[in-house]
């Protein structure tokens, strides 16, 4: 297979797991785990909130381990299919679960997301063999758009089945969505797991890379000493970044608990984000080339305290979508601006070993927000809970303004 449709089953896989990360995520079940599976308990937001911070604390701890055999190129398209498996057969489960089924909601989401995220080592993994190293960004960019683009074209797939809510009848519908994620995500990976070729040099899985992985991570941290530049940025992109998880996944439950939303306008909701983030993407991805990566980030993060603080003030709907423009614009140009930055920030022969702490950190910053704001939103409320993730964003860019900008280095 050519370089291009290699390239192409690749991006699919991006294609298919957002019709997880979509419908399970941050539309369709929060809300179902919330009126239906805690029929809207004092303490749901805590659970829900719980269930996330537990999967991403067990990916988090995992990580290096997966680390370590992705890059010893241990079948990665076995492990691959296993995660991704976990994550299918955890999703199509979520079907049968109803009301007071509290256990079996949050043990199914952990296993489903733990499927999801601990699957994406091993996808990232085959990037290198996809292309040269001088086109690794515009490929990934492509894996971000078709990430993109299946956002949008799952929220008009769901959105017939959303319309009625959560009336006694359309609770059905409901949970025919959650068999639609399943059935979406196995069917547009296939095409990797079909035609992509697993090219590094294929070993048998030794217990020493268990050893390995958490050895490596402690030689990182030790690292750390000499580069206090990137330690530096690591911390401030594990609170802001944290902070942009915490959003995501209550997104819905906020427009819905607070501002009193219907499912048709949380699904609008959506595709506002989603079409921002696009836009948001290429708008930011040209202001950085122009003014530095580091300056794009500020500005973004200034725009995400702006978002929090607005939700807080919030009460009307239409001004809530104005809110979600910028939240979309911001979500994109985050993401894509502090991977550039890290790029830009590692040495060329340390950028394997400091990439994977960059995703260690990724992972590892999703447990904390969610539990901060599933606590304060049962203690008090959601406007208390989502100003207080202003204070990741906050703190975050505090530390950031005091990473040394190289490209300012460069140039001087």
């Given at each position: 297979?050519?370089?291009k449709g290699?390239v192409?089953?690749?991006?699919?896989?991006d294609?298919?797991n957002t019709?997880f990360?979509?419908?399970?995520?941050?539309?369709?079940?929060?809300?179902y785990f919330?009126?239906?599976i805690?029929?809207?308990?004092?303490?749901?937001?805590f659970?829900?909130?719980?269930a996330?911070?537990?999967?991403?604390?067990?990916v988090?701890v995992?990580?290096?381990?997966l680390?370590?055999i992705?890059?010893?190129?241990?079948?990665?398209?076995?492990?691959?299919a296993?995660?991704?498996?976990?994550?299918?057969a955890?999703t199509a489960?979520l079907?049968?679960?109803?009301n007071s089924?509290?256990?079996?909601?949050i043990?199914?989401l952990?296993?489903?997301n733990?499927?999801?995220?601990a699957?994406?080592?091993?996808?990232?993994a085959f990037?290198?063999?996809?292309?040269?190293?001088k086109n690794?960004?515009?490929?990934s960019?492509?894996?971000?758009?078709m990430?993109?683009?299946?956002?949008?074209i799952?929220?008009?797939?769901?959105?017939p089945?959303?319309q009625?809510?959560?009336?006694?009848?359309n609770l059905?519908?409901?949970?025919?969505?959650?068999i639609?994620a399943?059935?979406?995500f196995?069917l547009?990976?296939?095409?990797?797991?079909?035609?992509?070729?697993?090219?590094?040099?294929?070993?048998?899985?030794?217990?020493?890379?268990?050893?390995?992985g958490?050895?490596r991570?402690r030689s990182?941290?030790?690292?750390?000493?000499k580069?206090?530049?990137?330690?530096?940025?690591l911390?401030a992109y594990f609170?802001?970044?944290d902070?942009v998880?915490?959003?995501?996944?209550?997104?819905?439950?906020?427009?819905r608990?607070?501002l009193?939303?219907?499912?048709p306008?949380?699904i609008?909701l959506?595709?506002?984000?989603?079409?921002c983030?696009i836009?948001?993407?290429a708008?930011?991805?040209?202001?950085?080339?122009?003014?530095?990566?580091?300056?794009?980030?500020?500005?973004t993060?200034l725009?995400w305290?702006?978002?929090v603080?607005?939700?807080?003030?919030v009460e009307?709907k239409?001004?809530?979508?104005?809110?979600a423009?910028?939240?979309?614009?911001s979500?994109?140009?985050?993401?894509?601006?502090?991977r550039?930055?890290?790029?830009l920030?590692?040495?060329?022969?340390?950028?394997?070993?400091f990439?994977?702490?960059y995703?260690?950190?990724?992972?590892a910053?999703?447990?904390?927000?969610?539990?901060?704001f599933g606590?304060?939103?049962?203690e008090?409320n959601?406007?208390?809970?989502i100003?207080?993730i202003a204070?990741f964003?906050?703190?975050?860019?505090?530390?950031l303004?005091?990473v040394?900008?190289?490209?300012?280095?460069?140039?001087?």
């Amino acid at each position: 297979m050519k370089e291009k449709g290699r390239v192409f089953v690749w991006t699919l896989f991006d294609f298919a797991n957002t019709a997880f990360y979509v419908i399970i995520l941050t539309v369709g079940f929060p809300l179902y785990f919330k009126e239906i599976i805690t029929e809207s308990a004092p303490n749901s937001d805590f659970l829900w909130g719980l269930a996330f911070s537990i999967s991403m604390l067990i990916v988090a701890v995992i990580s290096p381990l997966l680390g370590a055999i992705a890059d010893y190129g241990v079948g990665k398209k076995k492990f691959l299919a296993f995660f991704t498996a976990l994550c299918i057969a955890a999703t199509a489960l979520l079907f049968f679960t109803g009301n007071s089924m509290i256990f079996w909601g949050i043990f199914l989401l952990v296993l489903a997301n733990i499927g999801f995220e601990a699957g994406l080592v091993f996808y990232d993994a085959f990037l290198p063999e996809l292309t040269t190293e001088k086109n690794y960004g515009r490929v990934s960019g492509y894996g971000f758009a078709m990430g993109y683009v299946g956002s949008l074209i799952t929220l008009l797939i769901v959105f017939p089945l959303y319309q009625a809510g959560f009336e006694e009848a359309n609770l059905f519908n409901i949970k025919i969505s959650f068999i639609l994620a399943a059935v979406l995500f196995l069917l547009f990976s296939l095409p990797l797991f079909i035609y992509l070729p697993d090219r590094q040099h294929k070993m048998k899985f030794e217990t020493k890379f268990i050893a390995e992985g958490y050895l490596r991570l402690r030689s990182t941290f030790r690292d750390f000493k000499k580069y206090k530049n990137i330690a530096v940025f690591l911390i401030a992109y594990f609170l802001y970044i944290d902070g942009v998880n915490t959003v995501i996944i209550f997104s819905s439950i906020f427009a819905r608990e607070t501002l009193d939303m219907d499912f048709p306008e949380i699904i609008l909701l959506f595709v506002i984000v989603q079409t921002c983030a696009i836009i948001g993407s290429a708008i930011f991805g040209i202001i950085s080339d122009h003014i530095g990566h580091k300056k794009t980030l500020i500005i973004t993060l200034l725009i995400w305290i702006g978002i929090v603080t607005s939700a807080f003030f919030v009460e009307d709907k239409n001004l809530f979508y104005i809110i979600a423009a910028f939240a979309g614009i911001s979500l994109g140009s985050s993401q894509s601006t502090s991977r550039s930055l890290m790029s830009l920030l590692t040495p060329t022969e340390k950028k394997t070993e400091f990439f994977g702490f960059y995703s260690f950190f990724g992972k590892a910053s999703a447990i904390l927000g969610p539990f901060v704001f599933g606590i304060i939103s049962s203690e008090i409320n959601q406007r208390a809970a989502i100003i207080s993730i202003a204070f990741f964003f906050i703190v975050g860019l505090l530390i950031l303004t005091r990473v040394k900008d190289p490209q300012i280095i460069d140039n001087q």
